[in-house]
């Protein structure tokens, strides 16, 4: 694993919601997955995968039913509540048995999404308690290395930095887009692919 992250565990992390505004959608779906130095799930620490019940499924925005492909109305009939699937994640991280005061250093395709969502369902001490303040985003990489290029004058890398269009400049196959696991391992792998394209 990267030597500067001084023993916490990168860990890909991904929520598919009932929309876009924290506070009033919910997470329907989540993926937190511990990578190993090659940025492949690790063998070691399992990865945590769930889908979650809306306390408000009639919530859920037309643009989200369409990107993501979950209903919401049935996610409420079939799946645990927030709380309990909260309390298994909970569970799932003292079962890794980090080293003291080691946490998931999040690596994410737009980590302030995933952030305010993860904030609002774990409250802000369980949020803190389980993440490290040090994230990695893969859509702000993007972003960066956009603006390098622009500075030098040269072509755009990337004309797309959704997750879809970041990988498809890489080749890296998201066969699965919008579903969280998948979309976990698609980040992992765009993440070094960037760091072995422009490091």
Known sequence: MLANLRGNILSAVDVETTGTDFGYHEILQ???????????????????YRNIAPKHPERQSVEARVKTKLDANYFARMYPSQEQVANHFEEWFISL??????????????????????????????????????????MLAGQLINDIYTWQGQNLPFHNISLTGMCSRFEIPLDNAHDALADCIGTAELYKSLMSCFG
């Open 30 to 48: 989540i993926a937190v997955v511990p990578l190993d130095h090659h940025m492949k799930p690790s063998k070691e620490h399992k990865f945590f």
């Open 97 to 138: 048995n980090l080293p003291f005061e080691k946490k998931l250093a999040p690596l994410a395709h737009n980590w302030a999404f995933e952030r305010g969502f993860l904030t609002q369902w774990l409250g802000i001490d369980g949020f803190d308690s389980i993440f490290h303040f040090h994230p990695r985003d893969t």
